[in-house]
């Protein structure tokens, strides 16, 4: 798997439920640790242990239990942690929810709150350069669902994330890339980018390798929801828009098995 250290930090994981991971980011020197999205704690437990970590918080980008339902089993075994995360899931034990910062302090670096609705109306990522923890909000080869018709909120979400730097690696909490780029492919059968990555994903999907974390370099090649403009361009129809396209694939998509 990918690994970048950043200053001090390096990162592990831990699978949950049927296809979520559970990032733990830890300072290699002091061997502090974060763990993102806990939807589970058996394991999270077992890996902090046997890493010998020391967790000092856990960030959770939105609402659903399959990204928290850990916390309150963690705090039992690490009563003193902090537990950063929106509003929205605020019952499920945070300590510290997360209102106007910009900013908080972790692991001796800063990390970034970035507002990244459309899946969820309070949906968070944390971003630590260059590591970016997105939740649902993008997801390797394609998007997170829509809840309550936060369409423009999505898209403005991912290009909020497309304008990120080019190296920044992606930290989703999913492992859904075969599926989108078996949609992507259906969409663009003939795409030279699509095909290659496709055949890469599926061998180590056989393999049971991990598909994430990726950059945001390959993913603007690969993921048709970051590619609209160039979509956009092959449509000679003067009233269409990134956003329309955007709309019309996360429908499609929905509706895809
Ligand atoms: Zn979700």
């Known amino acids: ?69 850990g916390v309150d089993s963690i705090l039992i075994k690490f009563p003193f942690i902090d537990v950063y995360g929106p509003k929205e899931a605020k019952d499920c034990n945070i300590n510290k929810i997360l209102t106007n910062e910009k900013t908080i302090n972790l692991l001796d670096n800063k990390f970034s709150i970035i507002l990244t609705p459309g899946h969820t109306a309070g949906h968070v990522s944390y971003y630590c350069k260059p590591f970016l923890f997105c939740g649902d909000t993008l997801f390797s080869g394609g998007c997170g669902n829509v809840s309550n018709n936060l369409y ?49 994903i599926k061998n180590k999907t056989k393999r049971n390798i991990p598909t994430l974390p990726v950059s945001l370099k390959i993913e603007k090649k690969i993921n048709i929801f970051l590619r609209l403009k160039k979509i956009l361009k092959n449509y000679k129809e003067t009233n269409l828009t990134e956003f329309y396209i955007f709309k019309y694939l996360r429908y499609k998509k929905d509706k895809f098995k």
Not at 14 to 25: E, G, Q, R
Request: with cysteine.
């Open 152 to 200: 423009k909120e999505m898209f403005n979400s991912l290009t909020l994330i497309s304008l990120m730097p080019k190296n920044t690696l992606i930290f989703c909490s999913h492992e859904y890339t075969l599926n989108n780029l078996k949609f992507a492919k259906e969409i663009f059968p003939k795409d030279k980018n699509i095909n290659f990555y496709y055949q890469k």
């Open 1 to 69: 798997m990918l690994q970048i250290k950043n200053n001090n930090l390096k990162f592990t994981y831990v699978k949950s439920l049927k296809d979520n991971y559970i990032w733990i980011l830890y300072n290699y020197i002091n061997y502090e640790c974060i763990i993102i999205d806990p939807g589970s704690a058996k394991e999270t437990i077992k890996k902090i242990k046997k890493m010998k970590l020391k967790p000092v918080a856990i960030l959770i980008t939105h609402c659903h239990y399959d990204h928290n339902r």
